[in-house]
């Protein structure tokens, strides 16, 4: 699959971490949301790309409505 940025082929997938933190000053008192998706980077151009965890997603989808 293709970069969507510069429709490069030279893409390699990577596993990461990510602290997500909530915006605004009612983040700061919400806990941030560990999360480690597997991250496809284009190694020409830098576009990253990842999809948050099913179970993740769902937490920061009931933080974000409270």
């Known amino acids: 699959m293709a970069c969507v940025r510069c429709s490069s082929d030279h893409r390699k997938t990577f596993k990461a971490e990510m602290n997500i933190h909530f915006t605004g000053r009612e983040g700061w008192v919400k ?5 480690f998706p597997e991250v496809t980077v284009c190694l020409d151009c830098g576009f990253a790309e990842f999809l948050v965890p099913t179970a993740e997603l769902g937490k920061l989808a009931e933080d974000s409505a409270a």
């Open 31 to 35: 806990p941030s949301l560990w999360v």
